[in-house]
Structures are given as structure tokens and as C-alpha cells.
């Protein structure tokens, strides 16, 4: 166990536990908040993220902190941002089950220091894995689940928004179902 986020990140940064550290640019390690409410998490970091060693700042990114914005929540502000896999999967592959394997356990270290009331998990991926493997997102996404003393919330992954424009009323749906859940926490 690491005691604290920096002595954590310092360790992961250094991280060749599985084949996607030959093809990194940088390991992308999370951002945001460390006594924040809420996590979100992602897949995977795609090209720009692993040129800027940051979370969702790509297109996704800046649609999702949109979406943060319009219920209050910011990365540098109350959120803290992460990923399933924390180095980027050649030509955006979805990360493979052993990968995410070897990296959960630097997600599991960050979640045991900031200890969120609720994790977001963005898309399919994270979902499957850290909520339930026959999850449907179509279907359930909104919805809260209760895992190891955790509330857990499944959302649309930002990029499946960008891909169906119509999606975007009921992912933002989520976001102020998440407000309203925060007030009462
Ligand atoms: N998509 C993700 O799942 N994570 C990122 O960091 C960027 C895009
Ligand atoms: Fe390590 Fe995770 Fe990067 Fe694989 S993806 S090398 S486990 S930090």
C-alpha cells in the first residue's frame, strides 16, 4: 500500500507490468482532486492523452468537461479523473482483460486514498469490470449500484456521445441524477 498520491504516482510512472508500456509516450496517471466525492473513470488513454500525459483532453475530454460543468464539477475543482488502463492501447484498442489486470491495482490504490462517495464509470469498460461484466450501458446507464460500501454509476462514455449526437438529453440526464445523489450523500 502507498501512503500517499505523489508516492503513488511516482511508482506507477515507472510501471512496465504489462505490454502497453512499450508503446507509451506517457503513462497517463489521473488528475484532479484528492479528497474529491467523486471519481470518474475511463477506458483508456487515447492519442492526445498519452502525448499529454493527462485524462481525457481530446475531444471526449472537452465534452465531458462540459457536461461536468453544467452540474459543478471540475477537474481542478471537486472530481478526480482516471482510467482503466493508465497507458494508451495501440490505435485505441479496447484494453485487454490481462492489461487491465495488471493496472487495476494502481486504480485500487487510488481509490483507497481518495475514497470517493461515488465512481463514475465512463462506458462499457469500466462498467463491465468495476460494476458488473453483463452490464448493459444502454440500458442501465443512470443507475446506481452499491459495491464494497461504494456507490457506483454507469454513464455513456463521452466518445459514443460524439459518434450519436442524440444521445446527448440522456447523458446529461445522468449528470444532474449524480447532483441530486451528491446533495444527499
Ligand atoms: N477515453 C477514455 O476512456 N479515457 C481517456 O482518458 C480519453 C478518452
Ligand atoms: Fe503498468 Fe498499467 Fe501501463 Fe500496463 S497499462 S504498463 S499495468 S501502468
Not at 6 to 31: A, D, I, P, S, Y
Not at 148 to 174: C, S, T, V, W, Y
Request: hydrophobic residues 40%; contains cysteine.
Amino acid at each position: 500500500m502507498f501512503k500517499t498520491m505523489q508516492e503513488l504516482k511516482e511508482n506507477c510512472l515507472q510501471c512496465t507490468k504489462c505490454e502497453l508500456c512499450k508503446t507509451r509516450t506517457n503513462v497517463v496517471f489521473g488528475v484532479g482532486i484528492e479528497n474529491a466525492d467523486v471519481m470518474f473513470i475511463g477506458e483508456g488513454p487515447g492519442e492526445q492523452e498519452d502525448l499529454r500525459a493527462e485524462p481525457f483532453v481530446g475531444r471526449a475530454g472537452q465534452l465531458l468537461d462540459k457536461m461536468l460543468f453544467a452540474v459543478d464539477l471540475e477537474r481542478g475543482k471537486n472530481i478526480y479523473i482516471a482510467n482503466m488502463v493508465k497507458c494508451r492501447p495501440p490505435k485505441n484498442r479496447d484494453p485487454l482483460p490481462q492489461e487491465q489486470d495488471m493496472c487495476i491495482e494502481w486504480l485500487k490504490n487510488q481509490v483507497a486514498i481518495i475514497r470517493p462517495k461515488v465512481i463514475v464509470c465512463l462506458g462499457r469498460i469500466a462498467s463491465a469490470r468495476l460494476i458488473k461484466q453483463d452490464i448493459k450501458i444502454t440500458k442501465e446507464h443512470g443507475t446506481f449500484f452499491e459495491k464494497n460500501g461504494f456507490l457506483l454509476m454507469p454513464m455513456l462514455h463521452p466518445a459514443a456521445i460524439l459518434r450519436d449526437p442524440r444521445k446527448k438529453p440522456e447523458a446529461l440526464e445522468d449528470f444532474f441524477k449524480l447532483r441530486e445523489k451528491l446533495k444527499e450523500l
